[in-house]
């Protein structure tokens, strides 16, 4: 049974209906990847997941619970985690501070926590009493994914994590999510950058218009230049 | 301007100038500190005051001779307004967070209409004087010895203002700066919707914030009592007071209001002696001229676009 079940969900931002019945699966251990251009729905969908713009119909169920309308910290608790496209650090909280607001220890004490998250991003260590709001990308991308990290979830929604980034930082960030994914991390991945998806997932799906149109593998997609050119060339 | 001449009462100005400026920092910081993290301006936060000296009138009214009835007082006040702002935040104000910040407005004010309503039913419309408290009826002496033609005598209960208010402030700084709670307070002054997607009960802080700087507003309230007349109308002069500071220090910022309540106090006491018929016009002036050269405050930040 898949972890995180998401069915037809349909999602507006008051007015403005943005997804048309988003329907996708995500197993224990799995990166699935939604692409597409800007504004089709990618992080209206992670949104909806985590519960910050709940769906209008439809559903999501995660571990067989119904968590569609639920509050999102009580969905966060549950071990979905959330790195937004904007990375969203508090600007006027120190790095530690930043990863100490989202502390939450795992269940079994075997968990990640500071020492953990600094062995992954040795960077982090060395500027962990600066602001926030003084960060690099880089830097800010890799806290953003650290912070979430603090609160051990189960499930990591990644939303454009290579956005703006330089082509070395890019390389570092796909290198620690493919060692998240090693450990043992469910991650949906939300990308424009064809090349860092296709590396990392396991499926994928290319959205438009707030609807899915294509389903697949990496290796459906590679070479596939209809699809390419349809849905992904700019 | 010959009072300004004379050692004495510019020593006595001086000490008033800090005790009033610590009084009105214990009230504003309560009001900073909601704005910042709920972003409600909350016009309520005057009555609540006043709600606080009627409270700690009422206790200490009742308990007459007893030892420590006053501090009784004020810690009943606190918790007073402690309880009534949560009844009101999770009754009624919590629903109103999403709305547009009109409502917020009409709200608060409509509860400042209702209690200060509610004020007169419970209390009347006569005025009332609240004893200072056992142990501070006196003066202490600042001439620290020296001869002096006329001793510089302070009174020991508004001297004890002067070192309360850096108390709180210090406290409330440790409490902000160094506790989990305190940088979740400042996480939600940042970032709302991030700080519920790492699984923080926002709305529980919210509750946590209100209750407090309200707690604040009635500790402040009953702290007055024995300085001023307790009388319906007194919400109307420190709200007024408040904003006053907090747009002077910068809307949110703890240390803001702590230096707009010192200017405030300042103003107040020397503007009197040097302009007698314009004590009231200078601190709107002041208020003016900040706005002016710095609108988001002395300690404030610029309105950051976005979330």
Redesign the interface.
Known sequence: MPQLEVRDIHTSYGLSQVLFGISFDVGEGEIVSLIGRNGVGKSTTMRSV?G?TPPRAGSVTWLGQDITGM???RI??LGIG?V?EDR?I????SVW?NL???R?PAANGAGWDEDRVFELFPDLAEIRDRRGGVLSGGQQQMLTIA??LM?NPTLLLLDEPSEGLAPLVVEAVRDRIAQLKQAGLSIVLAEQNLDFVLSLSDRLHILEKGEIKFTGTPDDLRGNEAVLEKYLTV | MSMLTNPTIVFLQFMNSISLGMNLFIIAAGLTLIFGVLRVINFAHGVFFMFGAYVCYSVVSRMAETAGAFWLGVLAAGAALAVIAFIIERGLLHYLYDKEHLMQLLFTFAIVLIMGDLAKMIWGTDQYSVPKPEGLKGAVDFSFGADLAMPLLYPAYPLMLCVLGPVVAIGMWLVLSKT?WG??I??AT??R??????????PLVYTAVFVAGSALAGIGGALAAPRVAVSPGMDVTIIVECFIIVIIGGLGSLWGSFLGALILGFVNSFGIMIFPNWELVLSYVLMLLVLLWRPWGLFGQPEADG?
């Open positions: 985590i910050l509050p999102t910290h966060s608790k959330f937004p969203r508090f600007p006027d909280l501070e100490d607001i989202a939450r912070r979430s609160g | 989990r940088r979740v400042r996480a940042q970032d919707e991030m700080l519920a997607a790492l699984g923080m009960n926002v979330h």
